[in-house]
């Protein structure tokens, strides 16, 4: 679906469905008034029935003498309306649009004030929550032909000062999607050999992007054994895939992202049950994140250096498999004990951490579906964020709540990092009950010292459930942390 802003007046717009809002207790709405006295007779009738209201939720559908639709959401009270409403609104309007026949639409929902909501964070809801909403995931599914997506362009209403903030979320929408097609692929296809492959395309696409693929023998060259122990259990070798976007004077230090790519995880050695192993294939999610963030920024050409770093790995039970009881040798030349082949992710981010540092960049971030222990603490509303340098996780966190795509703080006090300790290595790989998600940050932070650094761990934002699958989450969240880098 292709997306963009108009400043035309809803009476001349011709596309086949139109979206409105209507607040409850509203009586006029200058919107249909505008589209003709019959269908403004119409709205007040069906509100004196009673049969619409303008709750936050409820809809109703009218049609005019041109044959459009004319799709009426409720938006609740002004002064109630949420982030978080107002992104649900967006989403299933466009949705339901979706499953009709009509192949233009347009919102006008952005045609209101929201005294509760800023106009340009309005305006990100709007879009990111229509994107989402006409999103379907189809590559491995046969649909038939007249059950076919059929919205081809959404325009989006808005005054012409806000156009701004309408294509930076068509770019952040546009990552968004590319995250959640990576996260959906079956990881019989999204390989570590798919990932490269995809990122071969984005940077077929922009001038200013290089791309640079690491294999397995060069990494194990360069002595990037954590990363290596963990994808010699598999016939599919591991990448290290590095995209390097050129937006501003090279002089200028990048911020480096990094993302897991483990495209499948079964635990290794220490294999995990059966039940919902399914979902493993979700494991690259904070690649997919990455490589969709990597997108957005491109797609809008911001103003900032990028590189953006994915270690896509397969963690697989073989004869090969490295072994709990294992010490491995990082890239860094710390030693690291294994006590657990399922707290892989943490390997492979530990050696591209270490080579991220070698672009001297201005910031790193890492993004990766580490621990289930976030989702205990976080559930699926909340990413995590940890690090060591003040400041960062608020910006990051601040980013995020001007996008509806929300974090929170975890501490990574030194307390913790006895967890880790052991008398076999320079550290072991897990640090036990309590505080999992805090101790696989610390065990990041031993490969980050001296670095502006923050962990982002998105186990419970990266997917739903099998039904709705990968978020694209918290691609809106670090594009605005890009965004606002580059001023």
């Known amino acids: 679906m292709k997306i963009k802003a108009t400043v035309q007046n809803i009476g001349d717009n011709a596309a086949d469905l139109l979206i409105v809002g209507h607040f409850q207790d509203q009586k006029d709405n200058a919107l249909i008034s505008a589209l003709g006295s019959d269908l403004s007779a119409q709205l007040s009738q069906r509100l004196a029935n009673a049969d619409f209201s303008g709750k936050n939720g409820e809809s109703l559908t009218l049609y005019n003498d041109k044959g459009q639709h004319i799709m009426v959401v409720g938006l609740g009270k002004n002064d109630k309306l949420t982030q978080t409403a107002l992104y649900d609104i967006s989403h299933k309007a466009t949705g339901a649009a979706a499953k009709t026949r009509c192949k233009t639409a347009a919102s006008y929902l952005l045609n209101d004030t929201f005294e509760s909501i800023d106009a340009d964070q309005a305006v990100k809801l709007v879009v990111l929550g229509a994107s989402h909403g006409e999103y379907r995931y189809e590559d491995t599914k046969n649909f038939k032909e007249d059950n076919k997506h059929s919205l081809d362009t959404l325009e989006v209403f808005a005054d012409e000062n806000l156009h701004t903030y309408i294509d930076q979320a068509k770019a952040m929408a546009e990552g968004v999607t590319a995250a959640r097609h990576l996260g959906n692929n079956p990881p019989n296809i999204a390989n570590p050999k798919y990932i490269a492959k995809f990122a071969e395309k984005i940077a077929a696409k922009y001038d200013n ?279």
């Open 209 to 487: 992007v290089e791309l640079e693929v690491l294999n397995h023998k060069q990494m194990k060259k360069m002595g990037m054994g954590a990363l290596i122990a963990v994808g010699q259990g598999s016939h599919n070798k591991p990448k290290m895939v590095v995209l390097k976007y050129s937006g501003a004077d090279k002089k200028q230090a990048p911020v480096a992202l990094v993302g897991k790519g483990i495209t499948f995880d079964t635990g290794g050695i220490s294999l995990k049950p059966g039940a919902n192993m399914d979902e493993m294939k979700y494991d690259m999610c904070g690649a997919a994140s990455v490589i969709g963030t990597f997108v957005a920024i491109a797609e809008m050409q911001l103003d900032i250096n990028l590189l953006t770093i994915v270690p896509a790995v397969e963690n697989m039970p073989d004869g090969k498999a490295y072994r709990p009881g294992d010490v491995i040798t990082s890239y860094s030349g710390k030693t690291i004990e294994v006590l657990n082949t399922d707290a892989e992710g943490r390997m492979i981010l530990c050696d591209a951490l270490t080579y991220a540092q070698e672009f001297k960049p201005e910031v790193i971030l890492d993004l990766a579906t580490l621990t289930g222990a976030c989702v205990v603490a976080l559930g699926h509303q909340a990413s995590a964020v940890m690090t060591k340098t003040d400041g960062l996780a608020q910006e990051v966190i601040q980013a995020g709540l001007q996008v509806h795509d929300r974090a929170w703080e975890l501490p990574l006090w030194d307390e913790y990092q006895k967890q880790i300790d052991t008398s076999f290595a320079d550290m072991q790989n897990i640090g036990g009950f309590p505080a999992g998600t805090i101790t696989a940050g610390c065990f990041l932070s031993r490969f980050t010292e001296g670095q502006n650094w923050a962990h982002i761990d998105i186990a419970g934002t990266a997917w739903n459930n099998k039904k709705d699958g990968a978020t694209g989450r918290p691609v809106a969240m670090l594009t605005q942390f890009l965004i606002n880098k580059a001023g």
